[in-house]
């Protein structure tokens, strides 16, 4: 994230009297007390500063912006352990102070047999002139100032005077980063990662570039080969964790995700909010409150937090399954109140007078015939069919239809012909009249109060016979009519093969009956792990296509048999 997405709120709030930013002093101490040095590296924003700690551990940096820090503790014989760290109003008190506790534990220390390897100095590194050195050192001041533009100035000059000079293309990398020059940064990762193929900092760094980059097999190799490096490296483990999310491989992006935020609950790359996405994805509300309490609990002044505090009290509040199927095509299946529309057309004209629409009929001798639009049967996203009352109270199909395909047009009416037997599954009786669908229509058949996948087929079944409106479509192996999807998922070889746990319900989620992509592959995935090597492709475009219903050809709907591509 960038310093720039500041809201405006937090922005005054960190301005002092005279208009500059709110510096802060972290005051901290290393538990046990350890001699140690200690470096700050600014995780958002081009900044780093290193200090001593004395014997009994305490350590101080002084003017510092808000927002978050990587902390790097290196102690002679045990490694370095780095921690995330927020600067910010939160955390000071009233003086700006910041008094932090730095707990060293062994585990976090990075393994010894890598300080071994680090401690063997290669030809190339002792070939690096002391002037290109000098430049280096200029540009950690000139960071230590905030002045980004000319520590680039300086590390331009210490990589043309020592290609070979892998921190210094790895620094001009990180800075490109924090300024969300991804291209940039990826070319001076890889020359640093040339310099020095055995470099932690630019294959991390390279993981986390290719993810933005949308480069997720590219991002996949990299971020899995640092993880194996530096198993208890939270950043690491982070971006594996989100480039596992990206391929749509959610279990190892638990798990990866997991790691980073227990080795630094509160990392810059804010675990959290990918694993509350996937809570949300999986339907579990709580798990996803979970994660969002917790990176408010350590990122209170995050530019986000407003945000995720509505989304948190969203999906804390109680929900309403009613309001949720209000905004399904099943509760619009049949409306007396229907919006339409308007048409200006030859013959047929759909107009509104005094809240009631009308269809006009004008024939070829100029003669105009006028019928109520009454009601409609259908949720408008195949068709819905207009229906006007007759004088003895029934219904009486309209010559004109309105088509949800191509963005919504009217043409001629199916012509499936309306009786009274369509208002058997596409309304509900209430009293003496014929209404929209509501909760008993599924719940009252279900008998427990739980419908399930017998509700479904009361109507989503075979059309074909003599209680049917919708035509007489052969008979045959492959029939294939608008309301189909039944009967085509009963004959589907997974539906066969899942022994009962696979129906109606598993890609149709009560109340809301609909899905992302992502989340119908996670279906798909659930029997079939490894096909496509995992890539995130959408399963339903070759294995469940929609084609044109045997029974009304100018209507396109999802065939539910699942077979292989023809």
């Known amino acids: ?26 005051r901290g101490r290393l538990v046990p007390a350890t ?21 009994d551990g305490h350590f101080r940096f002084r003017g510092l912006l808000a927002g978050a820090y990587t902390l790097g503790a290196f102690a002679p014989g045990r490694g370095e352990m780095r921690r995330t760290i927020e600067v910010g109003p939160s955390q000071a008190d009233a003086r700006k102070r ?55 100035a300086h590390l331009e000059r210490a990589a043309g005077l020592a290609p070979q000079f ?9 800075i490109a980063y924090q300024a969300r020059d991804y291209i940039r940064a990826e070319t001076c990762f890889r020359k640093a990662l040339e310099a020095d193929p055995a470099a932690f900092q630019p294959l991390v760094n390279l993981g986390g570039v290719s993810i933005n980059l949308s ?8 971020n899995l080969y640092a993880a194996l490096t530096r198993p208890h490296d939270a950043l690491a483990n982070s971006q594996l964790g989100m480039t596992y999310f990206y391929l749509d491989k959610l279990d190892l992006a638990r798990k990866y995700l997991t790691a980073a935020k227990q080795l630094d609950p509160a990392h810059f790359s804010h675990p959290q909010l990918v694993l509350a996405e996937i809570g949300l994805r999986r339907h579990d509300r709580a798990a996803a409150v979970g994660e969002l309490a917790e990176f408010l609990q350590y990122h209170p002044d995050a530019p986000e937090a407003g945000q995720i505090k509505q989304k948190l009290a969203q999906l804390s509040a109680p929900s309403d ?23 200006d057309g030859v013959p047929y004209s759909v107009l509104v007078k005094d809240g009631r629409y009308y269809l006009l009929n004008r024939d070829s001798e100029g003669h105009v015939r006028q019928s109520g639009i009454d009601a409609t049967i259908g949720s408008g996203r195949h068709a819905r069919v207009l229906l006007s009352r007759t004088a003895d109270g029934g219904w009486m199909e309209l010559p004109l239809a309105w088509y949800g395909a191509d963005g919504g047009r009217y043409a001629a009416s199916p012509g499936f012909g309306f009786s009274a037997k369509c208002l058997i599954c596409h309304a509900r009786q209430k009293s003496d009249r014929a209404a929209s669908f509501g909760c008993a229509s599924c719940h009252a058949a279900a008998g427990s109060g739980r419908p399930g996948q017998a509700a479904c087929l ?16 052969p008979a045959d192996d492959d029939k294939f009519e608008l309301n189909s999807a039944g009967y ?24 809301s009956f609909s899905k992302t992509p992502a989340e119908y592959r996670m279906v798909c995935r659930g029997c079939h792990p490894t096909m496509h090597n995992g890539a995130p492709l959408d399963c339903t475009r070759c294995h469940m296509p929609k084609r044109p219903a045997q029974d009304a050809a100018q209507m396109m709907v999802t065939d539910h048999r699942i077979r292989r591509p023809l």
């Open 35 to 55: 001699r140690a040095s200690v470096r700050l590296d600014g995780a958002t924003a081009p900044f780093e500063d290193s200090t001593l700690a004395d014997d």
């Open 215 to 222: 480069k997720f097999e590219q991002a996949l190799q990299y």
């Open 488 to 511: 085509r998922l009963l004959e589907s070889r997974c539906y066969l093969g899942s022994a009962g746990k696979l129906t109606c319900t598993t890609c149709h989620p009560a109340h």
């Open 166 to 174: 892998w921190e210094a293309w790895n620094h001009l990398g990180t």
């Open 321 to 343: 399954p009613a309001q949720a199927f209000a905004a399904t095509g099943m509760a619009r299946t049949f409306s007396e109140a229907p919006e339409l529309t308007p048409l």
């Open 1 to 26: 994230m960038s310093v720039m997405r500041w809201m405006l709120g937090m922005l005054m709030a960190a301005m002092g009297a005279r208009g500059e930013p709110t510096r802060y002093e972290l």
């Open 98 to 152: 910041i008094d932090l506790t730095v707990e060293m534990r062994d585990g976090e220390f990075e393994p010894r047999d890598s300080l071994r390897r680090g401690a063997i100095v290669s030809a190339s590194e002792l070939a690096i002139p002391e002037r290109a050195r000098r430049e280096y050192e200029e540009a950690e001041k000139r960071l230590a100032r905030r002045d980004a533009e000319g520590a680039v």
């Open 458 to 473: 009361q109507c989503h079944l075979d059309t074909i016979g003599p209680d049917s409106a919708h035509g007489t479509a």
